[in-house]
């Protein structure tokens, strides 16, 4: 473990490297192509078996150790935001309108650095590793698309690894949890049909815009009314749109919002409350709401015997990180489709250092990382690797 906490060490300035030069030249989901390419050719210089072209811009590769064991599945995401960045440090975006404001140009690094590690020890290892560069996390789809073309079958992974760069939280810190970590995201989209008139002859319509207002207020009584004290849901109205004109009762509104669990029954529960007040306040003030669910992301629950490995891992790389067992957020991410079906652990690496301004939250056109959490992340990562390969 200290062999592999100072050769990461040494990668350092290496990491720091790739992720600026990612960084420079953020990609959309879906349209990683400079960014796969960096990749690709990277693991194919490490000696790796690359398939590249999967769900589009997707890049798997495989470490073979020629050795029976288990196959570990590491993935990291390569996508960045329609956001136009406002730092202005010599490694901010060229591409105008886009950015790497979640650190994925971090995780390209990270895994990259992995990926050069684990193939220097990989007389230690056994069994082999499988790396997932995956595109599109950011709500477009990409880990769902990269299992549908297979990622996780031939070989079939036996446990999968994950981890995001966390600004919440300052570098040194590291948050590995088992079981619930991260939620499930439905979005939701309320239409409500009434009859327009005149603003000045309101009793001649059946005003959508009054129900609008009623009924969002009321989805807020789903979480504080329904769901039990002891479990966790989130609902929020994020866009309304109803009308033109100031003095004209508009024929329809509109409500998009999303909802936050943590369990399949949560879920249910307030998903059914939330039809039922919908079209139950509409109707009583003589309008039809009709509610379209769209299921974005399942929550992300990390296995309880992976996660003990990955902090005992964790702990003997970097003895000096705080582990914080009981880390949780509302926030999405894809990887759960990969956790669904492989007993795994999605974990956080502490990225801020507020000394240095660099703690703005992930996705605003501030975001940026302290680097020093790509070496640590690398360390965590390939210690993880190594331990889960001799647990069984
Ligand atoms: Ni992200």
């Known amino acids: 473990m200290e062999a592999l906490r100072q050769d990461a060490q040494r990668l350092a300035p290496e990491l720091v490297a790739v992720r600026r030069d990612l960084h420079r030249h953020p990609e959309l989901g879906f349209q990683e192509v400079r960014t796969a390419g960096v990749v690709a050719k990277t693991l194919t210089g490490l000696g790796l078996e690359v398939t590249t072209g999967v769900a589009k811009t997707g890049v798997v590769a495989l470490l073979e150790t020629g050795k029976p064991g288990p ?14 960045e406002q ?20 995780h390209v690094a990270i895994g ?19 790396f997932m560069f995956q595109p599109a996390e950011e709500g ?5 698309k990269m299992i549908q073309e297979g990622v996780l079958e031939n070989p079939r992974p036996d446990y999968a690894l994950s981890m995001h760069v966390w600004n919440e939280k300052p570098v040194g810190w590291v948050g590995i949890k088992s079981g619930a970590l991260m939620a499930g995201a439905d979005s939701f989209r309320i239409l409500i049909e009434g ?47 109803a009308g ?27 998903l059914n409350r939330l039809c039922t007040i919908a079209e139950g306040v509409a109707q ?41 067992t009981s880390c949780q957020t509302m926030a999405s991410e894809d990887m759960a489709y990969v956790l669904r079906e492989i007993p795994g652990c999605y974990f956080f690496v502490g990225s801020a250092n507020p000394e240095k301004g660099l703690s703005f939250a992930h996705h605003h ?28």
């Open 140 to 144: 477009l789809g990409g880990a769902e």
């Open 244 to 270: 033109e004109a100031h003095n004209i009762i508009p024929q329809t509104a509109e409500i998009l919002g999303t909802v936050r669990t943590y369990s399949d029954e949560v879920r249910e529960l307030v």
């Open 71 to 84: 196959t570990i599945l590491v993935r990291f995401d390569m996508d960045a935001l329609p956001i136009q």
């Open 365 to 392: 056109p501030r975001f940026d990382i302290d680097e020093e959490v790509l070496w640590r992340s690398v360390a965590i990562m390939s210690a993880a690797v190594m331990e889960l390969v001799w647990s069984e």
């Open 195 to 241: 009859k327009g008139g005149h603003g000045a002859i309101p009793h001649q319509t059946a005003d959508p815009v009054y129900a609008m207002a009623q009924i969002i207020t009321a989805l807020q009584s789903i979480v504080s009314r329904n769901v039990s004290p002891l479990e966790t849901a989130v609902i929020s109205v994020g866009s309304v749109r």
């Open 112 to 130: 990259l650095g992995v990926a050069r590690l684990l193939s220097a020890h990989r007389e230690e290892l056994r069994g082999r590793v499988k």
């Open 284 to 324: 009583s003030l003589g309008c039809r709401a009709t509610v379209k669910i769209n299921d974005v992301t399942p929550a992300v629950i990390n296995d309880k015997k992976v996660a003990q490995i990955v902090q005992s891992a964790a702990a003997k790389v970097l003895p000096e990180m705080t582990n914080d």
């Open 87 to 106: 730092n202005t440090v010599d490694y901010a975006s060229q591409t105008p309108g886009v950015m790497h404001a979640c650190g994925h140009d971090a």
